[in-house]
């Protein structure tokens, strides 16, 4: 509903207006799409993966797993993520700051690191004391919050003009595919079957994906 709202407040912009009677933005199909832009469709996808797991791994998998394991009240876990999310906002505000500074690309790939080292925290953090709980999703969320508030854009200079607008949408959906659709599934599942560290080995491979992705499209930049 959000996302609907957003875009209906973006097309009835001047500057939207004023491109669509430019020919600047015309209705592309979505064969055509990815036939002309697959690739970088894919790119922009696997080089938001990181955040875009990270997202459900602060906000479904440890509702899942503090259910299962009883350490403390749900209500809790509730009250923390939305103290999280008052975190993640700030910290979405923030990263414009950081990537106008140090560019966008820079900005991600310092956030994938940051969410590998993460990572490696997590069994210690979920499996100890609430206080330690409630620790890894405020952190996750901050750190969600500067990634995710970049990830999206980071290929969208890549599509030709005409296919920016619903290249970019598009990019964003996938990624939300990939990376969050099944990640509390996912990692709920590997870790009943083979412990928290499957939540790190989780993260920790969104994080190559999107850092792979990140050396690809810098390096196709550097080609052209």
């Keep these: 509903v959000v996302a609907l709202f957003a875009r209906l407040r973006l097309v009835l912009t001047e500057e939207y207006t004023l491109a669509l009677e430019e020919?600047?933005?015309?209705?592309?199909?979505?064969?055509?799409?990815?036939?002309?832009?697959?690739?970088?469709?894919?790119?922009?996808?696997?080089?938001?993966?990181?955040?875009?797991?990270?997202?459900?791994?602060?906000?479904?998998?440890?509702?899942?797993?503090?259910?299962?394991?009883?350490?403390?009240?749900?209500?809790?876990?509730?009250?923390?993520?939305?103290?999280?999310?008052?975190?993640?906002?700030?910290?979405?505000?923030?990263?414009?700051?950081?990537?106008?500074?140090?560019?966008?690309?820079?900005?991600?790939?310092?956030?994938a690191i940051l969410i590998g080292i993460f990572a490696l925290f997590a069994p210690l953090l979920m499996s100890g004391t609430p206080?330690?709980?409630?620790?890894?999703?405020?952190?996750?969320?901050?750190?969600?919050?500067?990634?995710?508030?970049?990830?999206?854009?980071?290929?969208?200079?890549?599509?030709?003009?005409?296919?920016?607008?619903?290249?970019?949408a598009l990019t964003s959906d996938f990624a939300w595919l990939f990376g969050a659709a099944f990640a509390p599934l996912i990692a709920l599942g590997l870790s009943v079957h083979f412990g928290l560290v499957a939540v790190s080995l989780y993260l920790i491979s969104a994080v190559f994906c999107t850092l792979l992705a990140l050396r690809i499209n810098k390096h196709l930049e550097a080609s052209d």
Aim: aromatic share 10%.
């Design 131 to 168: 206080a330690m709980q409630d620790a890894f999703i405020l952190i996750g969320f901050a750190l969600l919050g500067i990634s995710y508030g970049q990830a999206s854009g980071t290929v969208t200079a890549n599509f030709e003009r005409r296919f920016r607008y619903a290249g970019a």
């Design 23 to 111: 020919s600047e933005l015309e209705p592309i199909s979505t064969r055509e799409m990815l036939d002309k832009q697959g690739p970088n469709i894919f790119l922009g996808a696997f080089a938001a993966l990181a955040s875009y797991a990270l997202f459900h791994i602060v906000t479904i998998f440890p509702l899942s797993w503090i259910l299962l394991g009883e350490s403390q009240l749900i209500g809790n876990v509730l009250i923390i993520q939305v103290f999280g999310a008052c975190i993640g906002i700030v910290a979405t505000i923030a990263s414009g700051v950081i990537a106008d500074r140090i560019g966008k690309r820079t900005t991600v790939s310092l956030m």
